[in-house]
């Protein structure tokens, strides 16, 4: 299957050395994600530590998402590995959601084209903010805290169609151009057709060919 939206029902679970990694790396006032980890900051072992979290979190992110982007539905079969994004929800550049570099639900895989420049990279998509994580509300469809079923419909359509006049919905389909070209080739393969020939197989696959080439 080449596509597939759905939310994410679990998140990463971190064992006790990680969480108390994860509360020392979310309580600084500076960027810990990609910072250098200096010794007059965190204890040594520190850089390595936070590798293997991250990596952590992206080997078992595969296993949840099931392999498919978090916001478009994608496949990450489609694009190689380097293009695969650890994404943070909430963006982790924020002085406000700093707190949340690390937190499990704040994390998602996403695809370079639903992450890069033209579509969220850091946008800001919250419309209530708490310190409580699992109550804050934002104006995309959150991949862990909302059902997906409820805002937006793939069903029956290979095109993402809005439930219930959802503002959410509305606003991730626009957002993550879900009908974009690109993503209803793929639904229309994956939803309109019991057994897929050549012929189809090769405009599908010209098809994504030309997009990887404008990227």
Known sequence: MMYQLKNITTSVTYNAEELELVALLNSKPFDTWNCKCPLTEFPRGTSTARKNLKDKLKREL???????????????????????????????????????????????????????????????????????????KTSIVHPHLDNVEEHINLNNSIYAEVVNDSQKGK???????????????????????????????????????????LR
Do not use: W
């Not at 909430?90 to 704040?106: D, G, H, M, Q, V």
């Not at 793929?186 to 090769?202: H, Y």
């Open 171 to 213: 606003m991730s389909i626009i957002e993550f151009e879900l009908n974009c070209e690109r993503n209803l080739v793929l639904r229309g393969k994956l939803m309109q057709r019991t057994t897929v020939n050549t012929a189809e197989e090769q405009l599908v696959d010209s098809i994504m060919g030309h997009f990887r080439q």
């Open 62 to 136: 595969l296993v949840i998402q099931e392999n498919y982007c978090a916001y478009c539905g994608i496949n990450f079969c489609l694009v190689t590995n380097s293009k695969i994004h650890r994404d943070h929800v909430l963006p982790k550049n924020t002085e406000r959601y700093r707190k949340f570099t690390y937190e499990s639900k704040n994390i998602v895989l996403s695809c370079d084209t639903c992450n890069g420049l033209d579509i969220k990279k850091d946008k800001d998509y919250v419309t209530y903010y708490s310190d409580d994580y699992d109550s804050i």
